[in-house]
């Protein structure tokens, strides 16, 4: 028969206070962690997705403007564009 608690973390050293945290506690812990990263890491992957998308527009209308811009100016002095 398996110990249960062998698979989850060993038990306190001898002479180790009662406060003092366990492998088994750690365990725990870690295992909240990745269940919270789990059920929030679509809504991350999604606000980074909204995030980065938005940079690309700010960037290419800021190319836009740039371009319209010399274009003008380059039919304004007789320069033949592109």
Partial sequence: ???GKA???GRAQKGASATHRTDR??????EMWMR???SG???LCADLDRCFA???GAVSRLRR?????????RSRIGVPTP
């Fill in 1 to 3: 028969m398996i110990d």
């Fill in 7 to 9: 698979l989850v973390g």
């Fill in 25 to 30: 506690r750690k365990t725990m812990m870690d």
């Fill in 36 to 38: 919270n990263w789990n």
């Fill in 41 to 43: 890491h679509g809504a």
């Fill in 54 to 56: 938005g940079i690309a």
């Fill in 65 to 73: 403007r740039r371009d319209l811009r010399d274009r003008n100016l």
